[in-house]
């Protein structure tokens, strides 16, 4: 369940970072953070291996 909304995150993530606005300097800052947000997410979510080391 975890892989499938960290998944979901990278393609919003990804949508949202190619949406540009035209003439609004500010409505294009706002979905770029919101993307970042997503992709933040996304790896923050991913699952990882564990080492076998440690």
Same mark, same amino acid.
């Given at each position: 369940?975890?892989? &499938?909304?960290? /998944? =979901?995150?990278? $393609?919003? !993530?990804?949508?949202? =970072? !190619?949406?540009? $606005? #035209? #003439?609004?300097? $500010?409505?294009?800052?706002? =979905?770029?953070? =919101?993307?970042? &947000?997503?992709? $933040? !997410? /996304? /790896?923050?979510?991913?699952?990882?291996?564990? #080492?076998?080391?440690?």
């Amino acid at each position: 369940m975890r892989a &499938l909304v960290s /998944f =979901i995150l990278l $393609i919003i !993530g990804s949508l949202l =970072i !190619g949406i540009t $606005i #035209d #003439d609004s300097l $500010i409505g294009n800052s706002v =979905i770029k953070a =919101i993307a970042a &947000l997503c992709m $933040i !997410g /996304f /790896f923050k979510m991913v699952p990882r291996k564990k #080492d076998s080391l440690s």
